[in-house]
């Protein structure tokens, strides 16, 4: 089946520092791909929807300047943490969407920061 | 954008009984509606889904439920299992893909 691989699963930043997290379909082509967020305990919040080869639409409150996402291919899909504070410890997570009714989802990344 | 509700946000239900969760939508454009089973720090798991063009699905003890015109679709679990406990979520899938709060269901054995 769809395999997403997300990376890293774990990651300790300082505060002030950045942080990417990768998305990579293994196996399909992903044309788009979502990246979400979720706190403990709590739903996944959309962020922002990745088309490949186009700037990415993000949610509405979603500083698009502090997450960066980069779908540069259809097999990888970038975001970019920049200057990150407490707050923005979260655990992250990816779908890809292949066809119109696939989506799989990456393992998750969760960033502590420091 | 998409609006999704989920019903109720916690569940207990003594093991063998049914358990039963509701989503309502707001974009009527929203036409796939799978269903997450999401256990601890892992990814979710896709359970079953269901599209707009279909009222009901089922897969062995679990089933899907799909009202258009008042918005709304329920999962179905019967003869539940302690294994059935983890948070469980709804999406709507218009142009984008939204999830519901989420419902963490507790099977007592």
């Known amino acids: 089946g769809a395999v997403v691989s997300q990376h890293p699963s774990r990651v300790i930043c300082k505060s002030g520092t950045s942080v990417k997290i990768e998305c990579r379909s293994l196996?399909?082509?992903?044309?788009?791909m979502f990246w979400y967020r979720q706190f403990p305990k709590q739903s996944l919040m959309l962020m922002a929807t990745?088309?490949?080869?186009?700037?990415?639409?993000?949610e509405q409150g979603v500083e698009k300047d502090k997450f960066l996402i980069n779908h540069a291919s259809l097999t990888l899909s970038t975001l970019t943490v920049t200057s990150a504070h407490p707050e923005d410890s979260s655990f992250y997570i990816c779908?890809?969407?292949?066809?119109?009714?696939?989506?799989?989802f990456g393992s998750g990344t969760r960033l502590t920061v420091v | 954008g998409e609006n999704v509700e989920q019903h109720p946000s916690t569940l207990s239900v003594q093991e063998g009984d049914s358990a039963v969760i509701k989503c309502t939508y707001s974009d009527s454009a929203s036409n796939y509606f799978p269903w997450y089973k999401q256990e601890l720090g892992k990814r979710p798991q896709l359970i079953i889904d269901?599209?707009?063009?279909?009222g009901e699905k089922k897969d062995q003890r679990i089933a899907v439920t799909l009202n258009k015109t008042a918005k709304h679709f329920s999962l179905h679990i019967t003869e539940t299992q302690p294994e059935d406990s983890a948070v469980y979520f709804c999406?709507?899938?218009?142009?984008?893909?939204?999830f519901g709060t989420g419902t963490s269901l507790t099977v007592i054995p």
């Open positions: 779908s890809a969407r292949q066809g119109p009714y696939g989506y799989t």
């Open positions: 269901i599209r707009s063009n279909v």
């Open positions: 999406a709507a899938r218009g142009n984008q893909f939204y």
């Open positions: 196996d399909f082509q992903a044309t788009t």
């Open positions: 990745s088309n490949e080869g186009s700037k990415a639409t993000y």
